[in-house]
């Protein structure tokens, strides 16, 4: 039940400075960190990265947004961590994400009013959607030397390490 899932702070994350804020709330439910990196993804990357979009109308304002500055891309780790960080994270559009998740407390852009203006939405952040997307973009973006099995406080109270 230990998972690990790929979360990135997009460009407009970390352009608006929220890194911080982003990265506290993770650590705060006590998911452990096992990997951390800033990278600048060019178009070659993003359409690895965003596979399943690729030819989707949306996708060349995706491509743009991933690509406009640097993401910090980061690994985590915890019990059903893919599940948990979807949860933190709020659905895909903002407008519709609940108070209190990472989308909804700091976006509110709207389907349609990105639709209106011919972009895509900005989001501020990744979440892998399931285990095995996890897994593959895990290995895509990380290799294993950079992936770290440590200790935390939080085996204590939360894992029983
Ligand atoms: O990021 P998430 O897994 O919630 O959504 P997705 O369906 O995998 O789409 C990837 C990203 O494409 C979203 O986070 C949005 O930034 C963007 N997108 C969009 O701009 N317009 C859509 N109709 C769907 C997705
Ligand atoms: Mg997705």
Do not use: C, Q
């Not at 990265?23 to 993003?46: H, N, P, Q, S, Y």
């Not at 640097?70 to 895909?92: D, N, Q, S």
């Amino acid at each position: 039940m230990i998972e690990r899932t790929l979360v990135l702070v997009k460009p407009d994350g970390v352009s608006r400075m929220l890194v911080g804020e982003i990265v506290t709330r993770f650590e705060k439910v006590g998911l452990k960190i096992v990997g951390m990196k800033m990278f600048w993804v060019d178009k070659d990357f993003a359409k690895k990265h965003y596979k399943a979009h690729v030819g989707k109308p949306f996708f060349p304002g995706l491509e743009k947004n991933i690509t406009e500055g640097p993401v910090v891309a980061m690994v985590l780790e915890g019990v059903h961590a893919v599940e948990i960080v979807r949860k933190m994270v709020g659905t895909t559009e903002p407008k519709s994400s609940a108070p209190g998740t990472i989308r909804g407390d700091y976006a509110h852009v709207s389907y349609k009013y990105a639709d209106a203006k011919g972009v895509a939405m900005k989001n501020l952040i990744h979440a892998s959607g399931n285990l095995e997307e996890a897994n593959e973009e895990i290995a895509l973006w990380f290799v294993d030397k950079e992936l770290h099995s440590y200790k935390t406080v939080h085996d204590v109270h939360i894992t029983y390490e």
